[in-house]
């Protein structure tokens, strides 16, 4: 049972990175099979698609310290435009980080545009929390 949870885990932090990956589709059928303490399996989940986060942030804040090479992938202007839009509403387009497709680079954009780390996992956190919760709620009417 433990490397079940701990293959949870693994799949939650591969999906919250650029990698393609389905943690919803595991814990779903984790939770239909009964075997599992939902709320375990939700925590276990979250806290695995958090850390995929927090690896996303990081691999920003490095990318913001190599701003002032010629290689750069963003233009100056471009990044201070993309910074002040992000500080009017990027910290609440965090609450969107659970989404595919646009979730995982809005993480690597706040670690590139230094949202301070405290709030960042407060409200990814949130966001990830509520999407495996919806998931798992879903995934129980087949029980």
Same mark, same amino acid.
């Given at each position: 049972m433990?490397?079940?949870?701990?293959g949870l885990f693994?799949?939650?932090?591969?999906?919250?990175? @650029?990698?393609? #990956?389905?943690s919803?589709? /595991? &814990?779903?059928?984790m %939770?239909?099979?009964g075997?599992y303490?939902? $709320?375990?399996? @939700?925590?276990? #989940?979250?806290?695995?698609? /958090? &850390?995929?986060?927090? %690896?996303?942030?990081?691999?920003?804040?490095m $990318?913001a310290?190599?701003?002032?090479?010629?290689?750069?992938? /963003?233009?100056?202007?471009?990044?201070?435009?993309?910074?002040?839009w992000?500080?009017r509403?990027?910290?609440?387009?965090?609450?969107?980080?659970?989404?595919?497709v646009?979730?995982d680079?809005?993480?690597v954009v706040?670690?590139i545009?230094?949202e301070?780390l405290?709030?960042?996992?407060?409200?990814?956190?949130?966001?990830?929390v509520?999407?495996?919760?919806?998931?798992a709620?879903?995934?129980?009417?087949?029980?």
């Amino acid at each position: 049972m433990l490397f079940d949870y701990a293959g949870l885990f693994a799949i939650a932090v591969v999906a919250a990175t @650029i990698l393609p #990956a389905q943690s919803e589709a /595991v &814990l779903a059928a984790m %939770v239909v099979s009964g075997r599992y303490p939902t $709320l375990t399996l @939700i925590a276990v #989940a979250s806290a695995g698609n /958090v &850390l995929g986060s927090l %690896v996303n942030w990081l691999l920003g804040r490095m $990318l913001a310290r190599l701003e002032g090479r010629r290689w750069f992938p /963003v233009r100056r202007d471009t990044l201070r435009r993309a910074e002040g839009w992000y500080h009017r509403w990027g910290r609440w387009s965090l609450l969107l980080s659970w989404m595919p497709v646009i979730g995982d680079p809005l993480t690597v954009v706040a670690g590139i545009l230094r949202e301070p780390l405290p709030v960042f996992l407060a409200v990814v956190t949130v966001a990830k929390v509520a999407r495996y919760v919806a998931v798992a709620a879903l995934a129980e009417q087949f029980v």
